[in-house]
């Protein structure tokens, strides 16, 4: 929540340059207060999981979040019970009327296939087209955020020669910015996949600014400011078995699978891992969140349209 101070008062310009959520008195008296609804487009196929992991990050705000689940049209997942996914999801096609002041698009286990095999690539092409006019703010996640940036700015992802697949430091590349606003310097955060963006790739389009990277596995947040979205390649939301789980998994499927670095205490798989990036987690989307009740229109008619100011 922001502070308020007199717009006058040195410590608003100290810490504004600082990235603190200042507010002045004036803008204060003015500012309407209500729910912020927030869909959670899931693409993941164990969506019960992927739905505590989000909801546990968005609901740790003292804002109240309307939180809405939306699934692909056609597309029908074979890991969730059907009457789950009748009582708690709509199909995009339902709710491509309605406005949010925030959409989460998540990541999808299908890294190996182009982008445009996907069997729901032209729906979620739709989907990336209407956030520019019914959506405040998305937050691409994983393959989701590779998917939007590929769609928006022509971006490629890149296939690795083994899986990234661990916890790896990371650098706070923008201080400065409403997103990483109480950030440390450098951050562990959990990473799993197949797939990498490129650095030079992400300089190379206008308009994109890294907001966190690492020299082992390269970009891992980026700004994408005409969109107003953020692309997440990694996983904050990760709960602290979830890496362990994925490696046990592989392992009793008998695939080729390293042991994930910097996970297990002395990299050992036989100990309980812990968890490191659980603050850095509740940072981030705290701070987006911040950021979606600062901006969003009182009117949610409002979004998507130009600002009038």
């Excluded at 740790?60 to 809405?68: E, G, M, V």
């Excluded at 947040?221 to 592989?250: C, M, Q, W």
């Excluded at 080729?256 to 509740?282: G, Q």
């Amino acid at each position: 929540m922001p502070i308020t101070l007199p717009a006058n008062l040195p410590a608003f310009d100290v810490l504004s340059r600082e990235g603190v959520m200042v507010m002045s008195d004036a803008r204060a008296a003015r500012q309407d207060i209500r729910q912020l609804r927030i869909g959670l487009l899931n693409l993941m196929p164990m969506k019960i999981q992927t739905e505590n992991q989000f909801a546990r990050l968005i609901g740790a705000t003292p804002l109240q979040i309307d939180f809405r689940l939306i699934r692909m049209s056609e597309h029908q997942t074979k890991n969730t019970a059907a009457a789950h996914m009748e009582e708690f999801y709509r199909p995009f096609q339902e709710v491509k009327d309605e406005k949010f002041d925030g959409l989460i698009i998540t990541g999808a286990p299908i890294e190996h296939l182009d982008f445009e095999v996907v069997t729901y690539w032209d729906e979620l092409c739709e989907v990336f087209e209407w956030t520019q006019s019914h959506v405040h703010s998305t937050f691409g996640v994983c393959w989701g955020g590779m998917a939007m940036i590929h769609h928006f700015h022509g971006v490629k992802k890149h296939l690795l020669d083994h899986k990234a697949f661990g916890c790896f430091r990371h650098r706070n590349l923008a201080p400065a910015s409403p997103y990483l606003r109480g950030f440390s310097d450098d951050v562990l955060i959990p990473v799993s996949r197949w797939t990498e963006m490129r650095q030079d790739e992400i300089d190379g389009a206008p308009g994109l600014v890294t907001l966190l990277g690492s020299d082992e596995v390269g970009p891992c947040l980026v700004e994408d400011p005409a969109h107003r979205a953020l692309y997440i390649f990694n996983h904050f939301e990760y709960d602290s078995g979830t890496l362990k789980e994925e490696y046990d998994r592989d392992v009793a499927a008998g695939k080729t699978i390293n042991v994930p670095s910097n996970y297990y205490p002395d990299d050992d798989p036989a100990r309980m891992p812990t968890n490191r990036w659980r603050s850095h987690a509740h940072l981030l989307y705290g701070n987006w969140i911040n950021e979606i009740y600062q901006t969003t229109p009182f009117d949610m008619a409002r979004i998507g349209q130009p600002d009038p100011a």
